[in-house]
């Protein structure tokens, strides 16, 4: 399958490049970028052996009751402060939908970082802006990463919706985006000195 598909979340994957790096991209280049993308997805998928997983899985999930899902991963997400709402919102997708969500993301931070790598010629502090401007998900239970550790550490994937929606919430005033809020989010993240580390604390003090 490519970029050619009927399937709406393949058509999608363009106009997400085009939201997330504005006049960067061509529509030549946008698809060649999309197909790339489709394709680490189905390799991600097959890798998994997720493709049967029924649409509404997240009844395996909250009931540790498929090889793909033990009770230490319920455990996992319950203390990252996932909610029964996270988790039928992440898994009652199809599949492809979530794999999707995850190759894109794999490729946008990889994308962020050219970006300052160019700018920086600093690898570490490349990746320090792209943590500290960009959330980092992964599928638990916790796993190690190389920089991302303690509170820093890579969010459940079945928390990104809750995260697109504080954001929304945060930056986005009477339909438009806030250049003051995105300034106090800067900061915020700042402080925190990861996305990650930021959202932890809003989801502790019940505002996320």
Known sequence: MDINSKAPWIHDIPFRIYANFPGTFRPRQAKAVAQKIVRKAFALQKKAGTRDLPDAASRLVLSAADPWFSEEYLDYLLAEGVT???????????DMYRWMDVAFDDWRLSHYFELWLRELWDTEEAWSVVYREQP?????????????????????????????AWLQRLIVKDGAVSQDCRELLFWESVKWKTRNALFRAKLKNDEA
Do not use: M
């Open 136 to 164: 980092c998900f992964a599928y638990g239970p916790p796993v190690e990463h190389r920089r991302l550790k303690g509170e820093h550490r890579p969010l459940p994937w079945e928390l990104n919706d809750r995260y697109d």
């Open 84 to 94: 029964t709402q996270d988790i039928e919102s992440w898994w009652d997708q199809p």
